[in-house]
T-cell receptor, first 115, second 116 residues
Framework: AQKITQTQPGMFVQEKEAVTLDCTYDTSDPSYGLFWYKQPSSGEMIFLIYQGSYDQQNATEGRYSLNFQKARKSANLVISASQLGDSAMYFCAMRDDWRDDKIIFGKGTRLHILP | GAVVSQHPSRVICKSGTSVKIECRSLDFQATTMFWYRQFPKQSLMLMATSNEGSKATYEQGVEKDKFLINHASLTLSTLTVTSAHPEDSSFYIC????????????FGEGSWLTVV
């Protein structure tokens, strides 16, 4: 069965510092996709970054990068130079390409950026 | 870019009544849409997969008779919470993806349901 684990319920980080949000996953399928979403208090789900299981390089999108360690089944999100606006809930999610298009989410990490 | 629109964004209904939430893909066709439920400070839990032209596929533990899903067209899926009770109060959010775009999942803005 698929499973996403985020072990950090909450984090406090000083503004301008880098932050790493942990995510591990479990799947028996060789083809899958990993996502990170940001959810501010308004509730909208903001797509941040995607990593495919066959991608050779770690995904990067601006200040966001995904530290993909396939053997360890880990897909940590790294936010460089954090900003006050980064304060939000962050979800790691996985999509199993061999089945339907549904994705499952981890429990999330609440990130607080301190001024 | 592609947009998924959800309506209403907030709704308050009386206990025992039914409420319908719409999820529309505005500029693309979505053969499959997904409905999630999120309680405060918790994660998104997949409720069901909405398939255009066929019955929805519900996740284990989700009452199909209570959460009616209809996907009558390639751009619209609806979730109806029937005989709503206060414990149904939650944030409901839908998602859809474009055919052929494996990594693109578009979410609606979500709907806050409060049953009083």
């Amino acid at each position: 069965a698929q499973k996403i684990t985020q072990t950090q319920p909450g984090m406090f980080v000083q503004e301008k510092e880098a932050v790493t949000l942990d995510c591990t996953y479990d799947t028996s399928d060789p083809s899958y996709g990993l996502f990170w979403y940001k959810q501010p208090s308004s509730g909208e789900m903001i797509f941040l970054i995607y990593q495919g299981s066959y991608d050779q390089q770690n995904a990067t999108e601006g200040r966001y990068s995904l530290n993909f360690q396939k053997a360890r089944k880990s897909a940590n999100l790294v936010i460089s130079a954090s900003q006050l606006g980064d304060s939000a809930m962050y979800f790691c999610a996985m999509r199993d390409d061999w089945r339907d298009d549904k994705i499952i989410f981890g429990k999330g990490t609440r990130l607080h950026i301190l001024p | 870019g592609a947009v998924v629109s959800q309506h209403p964004s907030r709704v308050i209904c009386k206990s025992g009544t039914s409420v319908k939430i719409e999820c529309r893909s505005l500029d693309f066709q979505a053969t499959t849409m997904f409905w999630y439920r999120q309680f405060p400070k918790q994660s998104l839990m997949l409720m069901a997969t909405s398939n255009e032209g066929s019955k929805a596929t519900y996740e284990q533990g989700v009452e199909k008779d209570k959460f009616l899903i209809n996907h009558a067209s390639l751009t619209l899926s609806t979730l109806t919470v029937t005989s709503a009770h206060p414990e149904d109060s939650s944030f409901y959010i839908c998602s859809a993806s474009k055919t052929g775009e494996a990594y693109t999942i578009y979410f609606g803005e979500g709907s806050w349901l409060t049953v009083v």
